[in-house]
């Protein structure tokens, strides 16, 4: 099983910056695609940004040009820089990876983080 540890949230001003990280370990066989996804009070759960073993990465229309996804494969680590917050981006954040499992499937298991709560103030 996987563990996933998230960090780096918190309260930022409108306009300022936070970076999450999520730190994945256990038995872990190849990493495929990591993802970022969040939830408001009262709306789903929706994915902000995902990125691939090989660096491709897709954003949700609302925060491309403001967000980056990263990561280090060699730390098993995924990073979102946001930049330019807003206070509609204040919602709980889940990391999300997709590992391979032993058959080598693009997608064997799926791993949940805790969630990082992150409030941007007007």
């Known amino acids: 099983q996987v563990q996933l540890v998230e960090s780096g949230g918190g309260l930022a001003q409108a306009g300022g910056s936070l970076r999450l990280s999520c730190a994945a370990s256990?038995?872990?066989?190849?990493?495929?695609?990591m993802n970022w996804y969040r939830q408001a009070p009262g709306k789903a759960r929706e994915l902000v940004a995902g990125?691939?073993?090989?660096?491709?990465?897709n954003y949700a229309d609302s925060v491309k040009g403001r967000f980056a996804i990263s990561r280090d494969n060699a730390k098993n680590t995924v990073y979102l820089q946001m930049n330019s917050l807003k206070p509609d981006d204040t919602a709980v954040y889940y990391c999300?990876?997709?590992?391979?499992?032993?058959?080598?499937?693009?997608?064997?298991?799926?791993?949940w983080g805790q969630g990082t709560q992150v409030t941007v103030s007007s």
């Open positions: 990125i691939t073993r090989g660096g491709s990465t």
């Open positions: 999300n990876v997709e590992d391979s499992g032993e058959l080598g499937y693009p997608i064997g298991y799926v791993y």
């Open positions: 256990g038995t872990i066989f190849s990493i495929n695609a």
